[in-house]
């Protein structure tokens, strides 16, 4: 496929926006702070909607994803904007059961990428690249945050978000883990009772 043709799923995407923009009528007047004025930071994973496990409509709240909803410099960005310029006074932290970052170290990223750019594999032995040579230590330098325990990580990353300078003690941070087999939210109780540290 050159850059001039457009795949199925360009197509795809145009076609359902087209009749969603049809219909779109008075969602045109939603203000821009989210009306239920809380924020979620989760995971990019495809099989979580957060407006549906947390029965939002457009206009409702702000949703921040990137892998893992780890509690990366730019997440924290977000976070504090939402509050600070949108009014947002309660943030949800949520990870889930069968995580991706839950099937590799740095140490495995780090490797993968010096072997290919191009998509790896994964089969009961592991992840597995095609070895073309055409790779970047790059990958090496970076911070995967990656996960080894869901309960630990969604409790290091309120207390990360918490203890930031920025954000104010009177913000409420929850913290849970969306069970992808039952689609339930369980409270993390550690994380969501945790205080901002002390100076």
């Known amino acids: 496929m050159n850059n001039n043709e457009k795949s199925n799923v360009v197509n795809e995407v145009l076609t359902a926006n087209s009749e969603y923009?049809?219909?779109?009528?008075?969602?045109?007047?939603l203000p821009m702070p989210p009306g239920r004025k809380f924020s979620i930071l989760t995971c990019m994973d495809a099989r979580l909607d957060p407006a549906k496990y947390a029965g939002l409509a457009e206009g409702d709240a702000h949703v921040i994803r990137n892998a893992g909803g780890r509690a990366t410099d730019d997440a924290i960005r977000s976070l504090v904007i939402s509050y600070k310029l949108l009014g947002t006074r309660e943030w949800f932290v949520i990870h889930h059961t069968d995580c991706g970052m839950l099937?590799?170290?740095?140490?495995?990223?780090?490797?993968?990428?010096?072997?290919?750019?191009?998509?790896?594999?994964?089969?009961?032995?592991?992840?597995?690249?095609?070895n073309t040579k055409e790779g970047t230590n790059e990958g090496r330098f970076i911070n995967w945050l990656t996960i080894s325990d869901n309960e630990k990580s969604v409790v290091e990353d309120v207390q990360r978000i918490r203890g930031n300078a920025m954000v104010p003690n009177d913000?409420?941070?929850?913290?849970?883990?969306?069970?992808?087999?039952?689609?339930?939210?369980?409270?993390?109780?550690?994380?969501?009772?945790?205080?901002?540290?002390?100076d």
């Open 171 to 198: 913000i409420a941070i929850y913290g849970y883990i969306f069970d992808c087999s039952t689609g339930k939210l369980n409270e993390v109780k550690l994380a969501s009772e945790a205080e901002k540290p002390s």
């Open 21 to 29: 923009a049809n219909n779109f009528g008075e969602k045109a007047n």
């Open 103 to 130: 099937t590799f170290t740095n140490e495995i990223m780090g490797d993968l990428l010096s072997q290919s750019l191009k998509p790896a594999r994964v089969d009961e032995n592991g992840w597995h690249d095609t």
